[in-house]
Structures are given as structure tokens and as C-alpha cells.
């Protein structure tokens, strides 16, 4: 990540491994389900194609076919994990002050900046598992990404996400110190 020469960290934040628990149950338990399920419809089809034409009178048999999708979706819940557990470890926050930074990612780098001429508004939050956890996240939204909705959930989606924070009281003060300081939106 290289930096304007007039631009200085303010903050460098990572997120808190306390992150891995809620992604265990929010990201790597769905795609372990996904994927089990997904291979016990993928071999049940698969029965029900190499029986057509034939008389049909034994059911397949379930046992063995719900052992197979259970190891397939203990194995995608265990590399789901594994892949979020270093995908932590690759997060990092900047807070400069000339805008704001997430710099991530394994399988595809990502680095993203949002300015604070265009931040409309820091939004800082924490959900139930968050609150048990103690951390929390502060969302930017910009004046581009409030027409965007998150499908069936109609709230704006974030510009920027800074995820797996603990103590951001103080980081979503400095935001809005400079998005005061800057104007707020772009004109």
C-alpha cells in the first residue's frame, strides 16, 4: 500500500480473531451446509437418473447417502474455516489523513480507499453476536452506494466495511472528525 507523501496513518487497525467465531457461524457453517447439501441432491439425482427405465421399487439407500453428505459438508465447513482463519490474518484498516483504506484478501488482493469528501455517513455498529464477542464494525456509505440495497433486507450497503473492531468508538470519532473537516459529499 503506498501512501501520498502528504499522507499520514492516523490508525492502523487489524480485525480482532474473535472475528473467526462469528464467520464460523455466519460464513463457514453455510457453505459446509451448502456443500452437503448440494452432494446429497448431486447423488440422489444421480439414483433416480440410473433407475429410470428400470422398475423402481427399492428406495435408495439414505443412510449411506446422508454419511456421504455430512462428510462432504464437515470437510467444506473445516476448509471454510481454515480459508477465513488466514483471510483475518491478510485484513488490514488504515485511517489516514487524507481517507479511509481496507487492504485484504488471499485468493484476490483487494485495496480499496474511500476519501472523506465522499463519506456521507460512519456508521458504527454491532449485532448480537458482535455485542458477545466485543467487537463491533463501522460501515461507510457514501453518496453512490445509497441508492444500492442489500437484497431482501432494503438497508443501503457500505462503500467500506471495517469488521472485527474492538474499541472503534475512538476510530469512528477520527472518521467523522475528517468527514466534518472535509465537507462531508463530493459537489
Given at each position: 500500500m503506498k501512501f501520498g507523501s502528504d499522507e499520514k496513518v492516523i490508525h492502523h487497525l487489524q480485525p480482532e480473531n474473535r472475528l473467526i467465531i462469528m464467520w464460523a457461524f455466519t460464513k463457514c457453517l453455510t457453505q459446509g451446509f451448502s456443500v452437503g447439501f448440494f452432494f446429497f441432491m448431486l447423488f440422489y439425482f444421480n439414483w433416480i437418473f440410473s433407475m429410470s427405465g428400470k422398475d423402481i421399487k427399492a428406495l435408495p439407500e439414505y443412510g449411506d447417502l446422508i454419511v456421504f453428505s455430512i462428510i462432504f459438508?464437515?470437510?467444506?465447513?473445516?476448509?471454510?474455516?481454515?480459508?477465513?482463519?488466514?483471510?483475518?490474518?491478510?485484513?488490514?484498516?488504515?485511517?489516514?489523513?487524507?481517507?479511509?483504506?481496507?487492504?485484504g484478501g488471499l485468493l484476490?488482493?483487494?485495496?480499496?480507499?474511500?476519501?472523506?469528501?465522499?463519506?456521507?455517513?460512519?456508521?458504527?455498529?454491532?449485532?448480537?453476536?458482535?455485542?458477545i464477542l466485543s467487537i463491533s464494525t463501522i460501515n461507510l456509505f457514501t453518496s453512490g452506494t445509497t441508492s444500492m440495497r442489500v437484497p431482501m433486507r432494503s438497508q443501503p450497503m457500505p462503500e467500506l466495511s471495517y469488521i472485527g473492531l474492538v474499541n472503534s468508538e475512538d476510530v469512528a470519532e477520527t472518521i467523522n472528525e475528517y468527514v466534518r473537516k472535509y465537507g462531508g459529499t463530493e459537489s
Open positions: 459438508a464437515i470437510f467444506a465447513f473445516v476448509l471454510s474455516y481454515i480459508y477465513h482463519r488466514y483471510l483475518i490474518k491478510t485484513i488490514n484498516y488504515y485511517i489516514t489523513n487524507k481517507r479511509c483504506i481496507y487492504v484476490k488482493k483487494v485495496e480499496h480507499s474511500v476519501s472523506y469528501n465522499k463519506i456521507t455517513d460512519v456508521e458504527r455498529s454491532r449485532n448480537i453476536v458482535e455485542q
